[in-house]
């Protein structure tokens, strides 16, 4: 019965040429519309099915089979990291699982494993010193300036993944209990429903940049493009990393490993060597399980662990 039904499975998809882009291309519509997804869902899916579709084409495959899948993986891992070549192969199995279950082809991606993903750090973080430095080194001199600096404190301070501090409106900033907070539309989320607590010295610099910008809605975006072809828009992701990698940068600390996210890194770790509890810590980083905020606390335990120090000492009596 099972065979019966991947021969038919595939006779349906030969007659549907899988490879052409049109008619894939029409598969991929009708498969992001069943799944019902946010936008940026729909986006990402359409690109792991089309790099699929580009492997097919590049090395004329017309029936792609389970092989095709290890090999295609096979190519990926090549080129890309294994957080990466997850996500790609994420896409496809669901396309497939979805193929079949609509009788229009087998899901050749079943049993196939996504390479093994390093639950360490891919990249690094900074001391209290190294970010003051960093952050300090902004000229304020310029409206450019004041947002930059403001940027930069609001997201060490309170650890925001850029795409928070992308979405973010200066309406968002609202009292809750007396403290100053920053209502956030978090990773995976399609409402503002959390919120960081804003600390006088980053509500300061965010209130010298919003003077400087004069009178503007509260429903703009907190922080705005000064770009000449969209000048007051929202920024994007890429342009508010661009900001972190160059203060950086200016600061003399130069390293695929520091990016943006480094300075997210940065707040939690520097939260957990304060000795503020898991679940605190958890709570202020919006992470999806307590086991995330676990991986920064074996780091932070481990760099208080005195056993080098000792071997050292019994060895060469240091």
Not at 20 to 31: H, P, Q, V
Not at 214 to 224: D, H, I, N, R
Request: proline letters at 1%.
């Amino acid at each position: 019965m099972h065979n019966s039904l991947m021969i038919k499975n595939t006779a349906i998809m030969q007659s549907e040429t899988l490879p052409n882009k049109n008619s894939i291309g029409e598969l991929a519509s009708r498969f992001v519309m069943y799944l019902d997804v946010s936008a940026v869902s729909v986006k990402s899916y359409k690109s792991g099915i089309k790099k699929f579709l580009t492997f097919l084409h590049e090395n004329c495959i017309n029936n792609p089979t389970r092989d095709t899948v290890i090999l295609y993986k096979k190519t990926l891992c090549e080129k890309y990291s294994a957080s990466t070549v997850s996500l790609y192969l994420s896409s496809l199995r669901r396309f497939f699982s979805w193929c079949e279950s609509e009788n229009l082809y087998c899901d050749i991606t079943r049993g196939v494993k996504s390479p093994r993903i390093d639950s360490g750090h891919k990249k690094d973080s900074f001391t209290a010193n190294q970010l003051r430095e960093i952050i300090g080194g902004i000229n304020r001199n310029s409206l450019k300036g004041l947002r930059d600096y403001a940027l930069m404190c609001l997201i060490s301070a309170t650890g925001l993944r850029t795409v928070e501090a992308m979405r973010a409106d200066i309406s968002d900033i609202r009292n809750v209990g007396g403290a100053d907070c920053l209502f956030v539309q978090g990773k995976g989320r399609s409402s503002k429903s959390e919120f960081v607590k804003l600390s006088e010295h980053v509500m300061k610099a965010i209130r010298a940049y919003l003077d400087a910008r004069g009178e503007v809605s509260q429903e703009t975006p907190l922080f705005a493009s000064l770009s000449h072809r969209n000048t007051g828009e929202r920024m994007t992701t890429r342009s508010i990393s661009r900001i972190c990698k160059g203060a950086m940068i200016q600061a003399g600390y130069v390293s695929k490993r520091w990016t943006a996210h480094s300075l997210r890194h940065s707040a939690v770790t520097l939260a957990l060597m304060a000795g503020i509890s898991l679940q605190e810590v958890s709570q202020f980083a919006r992470h999806s399980s307590i086991s995330v905020t676990m991986v920064y606390a074996h780091d932070v335990q481990r760099l208080k662990s005195r056993c080098e120090s000792a071997i050292s000492a019994a060895i060469f009596g240091d």
